[in-house]
């Protein structure tokens, strides 16, 4: 069975400095990797994917993640945080096939000014 | 502007009583999603359709019901069978079938009880 694992609750760093949100993840197959953010009272919103390819992948706001198929990791990384990063972050996976998306439990990010 | 529109944002259930949430997309996405958020907790599938008419139950089904009539529209009924549920309900749509694409969510209904 497929599953996400996002070992930290919480992340703080301050404004400026690089952030990394970690995501490891078990699947079968090669998988489909996903990054979601979610800001208080509000709906998640895409911030990138990994199919094949590179491994760093780019996406929204700034935001980029590494692919590590030897540790099985997508984490979210961006070279400079802001405070309005500031949110819920889920790491999410498909298995080959497409027949489930499974989500982690999230990391909350604080960025302090 | 395209989206998804959840309502209402906040509702509160009886004992006994069976509630419905709705979900509009003008996306046109073929696909559509429920989800439910509890803290501390990733999202749990409650309910997909790929296609209008046809649905398939997730993870945690049970006192749930939903239906497709519209492409637009997918509302679901929390019923009275559903013991606990205290949530943030979540509605998301997708191009295309399956989940390798990436979903739009709405921004939740809060269902509480009196």
């Known amino acids: 069975a497929q599953s996400v694992a996002q070992p930290e609750d919480q992340v703080n760093v301050a404004e400026g400095n690089p952030l990394t949100v970690k995501c490891t993840y078990s699947?079968?197959?090669?998988?489909?990797l996903f990054w979601y953010v979610q800001y208080p009272n509000r709906g998640l919103q895409f911030l990138l994917k990994y199919i094949t390819g590179d491994n760093l992948v780019k996406g929204s706001y700034g935001f980029e993640a590494e692919f590590n198929k030897s540790q099985t990791s997508f984490h979210l990384k961006k070279p400079s945080a802001l405070v309005s990063d500031s949110a819920l972050y889920f790491c999410a996976v498909v298995n080959t096939g497409f027949q489930k998306l499974v989500f982690g439990t999230g990391t909350r990010l604080l960025v302090s000014p | 502007d395209g989206g998804i529109t959840q309502s209402p944002k906040y509702l509160f259930r009886k004992e006994g009583q069976n509630v419905t949430l709705s979900c509009e997309q003008n996306l046109n996405h073929d696909a559509m999603y429920w989800y439910r958020q509890d803290p501390g907790q990733g999202l749990r599938l409650i309910y997909y359709?790929?296609?209008?008419?046809?649905?398939q139950k997730g993870d945690i089904a049970e006192g749930y019901s939903v239906s497709r009539e519209k492409k637009e529209s997918f509302p679901l009924t929390v019923t009275s069978a559903q013991k606990n549920p205290t949530a943030f309900y979540l509605c998301?749509?997708?191009?295309?079938?399956?989940?390798?694409?990436?979903?739009?969510f709405g921004d939740g209904t809060r269902l509480s009880i009196l």
């Open positions: 998301a749509s997708s191009s295309g079938v399956g989940f390798n694409q990436p979903q739009h």
């Open positions: 699947v079968s197959g090669n998988p489909y």
């Open positions: 359709s790929q296609i209008v008419n046809d649905f």
